[in-house]
T-cell receptor
Framework: DAGVIQSPRHEVTEMGQEVTLRCKPISGHDYLFWYRQTMMRGLELLIYFNNNVPIDDSGMPEDRFSAKMPNASFSTLKIQPSEPRDSAVYFC???????????FGSGTRLTVV | SQQGEEDPQALSIQEGENATMNCSYKTSINNLQWYRQNSGRGLVHLIL?????REKHSGRLRVTLDTSKKSSSLLITASRAADTASYFCATVISNDYKLSFGAGTTVTVRA
């Protein structure tokens, strides 16, 4: 298995632009998580899905952030418009069941200038 | 707020020594997991310990869980330079299946 695949690995964008991060979970994993990691705030859970349905989006910082999971093999996290304070590493993770071990992707390092 | 809090924040040891880090949490858990993150990389799962378990081993790793004290410890024995990384505990709260991470412990193993 190729693991959790995230793209792009790095993204540099100008303030005000739309950013879309992509994630392909491990086949058969029912749970998908989006995290953001910064030095100041550590690892924050933004949103998670179960069977493609958003379960908890209380960690999404603002309306500028949105996430979708149109099918079991693909999810996106969109920021529109982006701001410099959104600069962080964004991780996607998937797990096979309730409370199971998570498998993380390599992350997308986002820089908003 | 973070559910798990690791202690110490940073640890520097000599190769061959043991490294111990602790994690405290606030509410009842379903399980607790430990992860490692090498610089610039994603998190890698190390061990999962359930609330009804007290100790688990995996190679040079030993994890304990004390639910009465709401705490867990991770011991790395005979450390190697390759163990240099940040270590995070993550809790899964009963009836809520998201993984909540602490701030992590940065471990540096000196050759």
């Amino acid at each position: 298995d190729a693991g959790v695949i995230q793209s792009p690995r790095h993204e540099v964008t100008e303030m005000g632009q739309e950013v879309t991060l992509r994630c392909k979970p491990i086949s058969g994993h029912d749970y998908l998580f989006w995290y953001r990691q910064t030095m100041m705030r550590g690892l924050e859970l933004l949103i998670y899905f179960n069977n493609n349905v958003p379960i908890d989006d209380s960690g999404m910082p603002e309306d500028r952030f949105s996430a979708k999971m149109p099918n079991a093999s693909f999810s996106t996290l969109k920021i529109q418009p982006s701001e410099p304070r959104d600069s962080a590493v964004y991780f996607c993770a998937s797990s096979p069941g309730q409370g199971s071990r998570g498998t993380f992707g390599s992350g997308t390092r986002l820089t908003v200038v | 707020s973070q559910q798990g809090e690791e202690d110490p924040q940073a640890l520097s040891i000599q190769e061959g020594e043991n490294a111990t880090m602790n994690c405290s949490y606030k509410t009842s858990i379903n399980n607790l997991q430990w992860y490692r993150q090498n610089s610039g990389r994603g998190l890698v799962h190390l061990i999962l310990i359930r609330s009804n378990e007290r100790e688990k081993h995996s190679g040079r790793l030993r994890v304990t869980l004390d639910t009465s004290k709401k705490s867990s410890s991770l011991l790395i024995t005979a450390s190697r330079a390759a163990d240099t990384a940040s270590y995070f505990c993550a809790t899964v709260i009963s009836n809520d299946y998201k993984l909540s991470f602490g701030a992590g412990t940065t471990v540096t193993v000196r050759a």
